[in-house]
């Protein structure tokens, strides 16, 4: 048998696993238009300095599927993996209501000032609605919240947040903009009251444990999270690739596809050494993403009226001062704060001497460049997560996609357009990566869903 896979990310990455485990006799070529494998966990390396940084926060966690997980783990040497237990390793936080906090990534209600009415309201969603209602990721935002939340905390906490966020009026936004920053839940009760509630699965849906360290061992999703000393993310991929080529898996970089005949399962591509390459296969997995085989495919994208992506940079620091908390990662979902995430990668390490910070910075588009660090981290400065504002280095990376934005129309039209994609697939050809199932986007369910595609189909 004959596979080509068209994409180097961890979809195509995983694809290559699959197929090769369950093919191993099989010729696999992965094409990658790229010069490096790993799609977005390639991460930025700054050859001259040394120093690594990956694309926003990418920690790993299990996904269950203990043939993947496995293979990810073993993909580095054991030197290199932090394995965190269940209570560590996601210890995120959030900049809201001007204070930075590190007790848990939902926003903390507890010290606004309609706290009392915030509480009477959500107290009745609990009480009344059964079950609360999930997170439907196409639903208008507004509608959606409104069931799951109540109105009050909706218009007067959410709307604001998450409008400030994507830069777009709250009623434009979907619910799967919720999701992004993790806006799941609210932090409103004492510990001891969340305590004595928390059998209830209604009031665990909404009311956050008030300190995630203390969240019991048996309420945990018992997943564990992972991620690697020096490299990050990159280093799985290195691992990964490594691991495939010794099984045969024939990796092409800085290859283009020239042309692409769906029906006969026949892809010409163009090596960087200019050789033309035909390959005749059985079949083909497009780890691309809708939108990359869409491209492939010469789809225009006019018909499908997508908004304009946001500006997305992100700026790699390595601070004077290593911060002292052992937050991984924090939100700024207070409206003052110009950044969407921080990446603490000391807390990742637990090595002190670990001052890399990322920091993903969307939209704000009139901040140039070249005062986007300052001004960045003077707002961390100001919160108290760094003592000393200067930094050592200093770069801004900009995603060329563009971060793409939660909205209504933009959701329903990823949707059209996978169908119109699927439309044209052959049996033979699978689609994987963000976009290939409805509201698909994490990097567990993206990994998982083109793994049960592979065992299903091919
Ligand atoms: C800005 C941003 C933030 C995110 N944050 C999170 C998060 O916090 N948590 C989370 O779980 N997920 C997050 N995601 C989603 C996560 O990154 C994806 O689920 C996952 O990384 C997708 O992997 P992939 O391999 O499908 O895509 P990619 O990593 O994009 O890889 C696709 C690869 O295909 C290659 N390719 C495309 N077209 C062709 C072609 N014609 N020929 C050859 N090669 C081609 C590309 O060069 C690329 O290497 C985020 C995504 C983005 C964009």
């Not at 909706?154 to 400030?164: D, R, W």
């Not at 009311?207 to 203390?214: E, G, H, I, L, N």
């Not at 976009?435 to 299903?456: C, M, R, T, V, W």
Request: charged letters at 20%; proline letters at 5%.
């Amino acid at each position: 048998m004959n596979f080509a896979i068209v994409g180097g990310g961890i979809t195509g990455l995983i694809a290559a696993k699959i197929l090769n485990d369950k093919y191993p006799n099989s010729n696999i070529t992965l094409i990658e238009k790229a010069n490096e494998m790993g799609g977005i966990l390639a991460g930025t390396y700054y050859k001259k300095q040394g120093i690594y940084f990956d694309k926003g926060t990418h920690i790993f966690r299990e996904t269950g599927y203990p043939q993947i997980d496995d293979f990810i783990l073993s993909s580095i040497p054991k030197t290199e993996l932090i394995h965190f237990d269940v209570h560590q390793g996601d210890i995120a936080g959030a900049v809201f209501d001007g204070k930075l906090q590190s007790n848990s990534h939902f926003p903390d209600i507890r010290k606004l000032t309609n706290y009392d009415d915030l509480y009477i309201s959500l107290s009745n969603q609990v009480n009344s609605c059964n079950p609360i209602s999930p997170i439907e990721r196409l639903e208008p935002l507004i509608t959606n919240a409104c069931s799951r939340f109540g109105e009050l905390y909706t218009k007067k906490v959410l709307a604001p947040i998450l409008s400030n966020l994507f830069q777009r009026p709250a009623e434009d936004l979907a619910s799967f903009s919720l999701l992004l920053p993790g806006l799941t839940r609210i932090v409103c009760s004492n510990y001891l009251e969340w305590l004595q509630n928390a059998h209830n699965i209604q009031y665990r849906e909404i009311f956050a444990v008030p300190d995630q360290r203390k969240l019991p061992n048996q309420l945990r999703h018992g997943k564990r999270s992972f991620y690697s000393h020096s490299l990050g993310s990159r280093n799985f991929v290195k691992g990964i690739t490594a691991n495939l080529e010794s099984k045969g898996v024939q990796f092409l970089q800085s290859t283009t596809i020239t042309s692409f005949n769906l029906d006969k399962l026949l892809i010409t591509c163009l090596t960087p050494k200019g050789e033309s390459l035909e390959l005749q296969v059985d079949g083909i997995v497009l780890a691309t993403g809708v939108f990359g085989a869409a491209q492939l495919l010469d789809i225009s994208m006019e018909i499908f009226s997508f908004d304009q992506p946001i500006l997305s940079r992100i700026i790699n620091l390595i601070v004077k001062k290593s911060p002292e908390s052992d937050l991984c990662y924090f939100y700024g979902l207070d409206p003052k704060m110009d950044f969407y995430r921080v990446t603490n990668y000391r807390a990742f390490s637990g090595n002190p001497k670990d001052r890399r910070l990322s920091i993903e910075v969307l939209g704000n588009n009139a901040i140039d460049n070249s005062i986007l660090p300052q001004h960045v981290l003077k707002q961390l400065f100001d919160i108290g997560f760094i003592s000393h504002e200067g930094f050592e280095f200093g770069d801004v990376v900009r995603l060329k996609t563009g971060f793409p934005t939660p909205t209504i129309s933009n959701m329903q039209s990823l949707v059209k357009l996978s169908d119109y994609v699927h439309e044209q697939l052959p049996n033979k050809v699978l689609l994987g990566g963000i976009g290939a199932k409805k509201g698909l986007f994490f990097q567990n369910e993206i990994i998982k869903d083109i793994s049960d595609k592979i065992l299903e189909r091919f």
